[in-house]
């Protein structure tokens, strides 16, 4: 009877070490699953992040003080876009005037272009080379009307928090908006991309009447 006893405990002790077997390799798979992805995710941020410091592959260059703009054709107006926030300072946004790229804010910063008289459409992508290939960054657009040597000032408030805005300021709000900023200019875009050039008159959807 001893005996019986015994060989029926090894047999029970043998069922559940098969058991506890069975039951580990699933776990341990799902462990190795969840650390490869882990580090698959972990050398994405890096590769994107490489190019650049901010995670960007657009570069600004700083001038003081600001450059005057050169003057264009009888009648050509200024966009100024503005960012006076020092908050989301790495976090770069990316102005295209009816789909050609004008210019980028990042920190407490603006830039101004040449317009011809009309209707601009604005886009500003806001969000950094990983945003833009994750899809997870924002776009906004605003129409402008640009008078004859008129001037329009857009407003980037970036100040609540991982959101942007965009809206037209009176020349007064601007002016006193501006003089926390410094003056950029694009200095480096991804590869295929084309630098604005300060002397370009960026044409209207559609003329002024």
């Known amino acids: 009877m001893a005996l019986r006893r015994s060989e029926r405990a090894k047999s029970l002790n043998k069922k559940d070490a098969n058991t506890i077997g069975q039951r580990s390799i ?3 798979l799902q462990k190795t699953i969840m650390n ?4 698959a995710q972990s050398l994405l941020v890096t590769a ?8 960007t592959s657009y570069e600004l260059q700083t001038h003081f003080p600001a450059p005057q703009l050169p003057i264009g054709p009888p009648g050509t107006g200024q966009i100024c876009v503005l960012r006076p926030h020092q908050v989301a300072a790495l976090v770069p946004a990316i102005v295209k005037d009816n789909g050609t790229l004008v ?3 990042k920190g407490p910063s603006y830039f101004c272009y040449l317009a011809a008289p009309g209707y601009h459409l604005l886009s500003t992508f806001y969000g950094d080379d ?3 290939r994750l ?3 924002a776009q906004k657009d605003l129409m402008v009307l640009v008078p004859p040597s008129g001037r329009v000032f857009v407003h980037h408030d970036v100040s609540a928090i991982l959101s942007l805005s965009v809206a037209v300021l009176s020349e007064a709000d601007a002016s006193a908006k501006i ?5 950029v200019t694009l200095s480096s875009v991804p590869s295929g991309g084309i630098l604005p050039k300060q002397g370009d008159v960026l044409p209207a959807q559609s003329p002024r009447e």
């Open 179 to 183: 003089a926390g900023c410094y003056y």
């Open 48 to 55: 994107l992040c490489s190019t650049s410091v901010g995670c």
């Open 26 to 28: 699933p776990q341990l």
């Open 130 to 132: 990983i945003d833009h």
């Open 36 to 39: 490869i992805i882990r580090t």
């Open 103 to 105: 210019g980028m804010t």
């Open 135 to 137: 899809g997870t960054g």
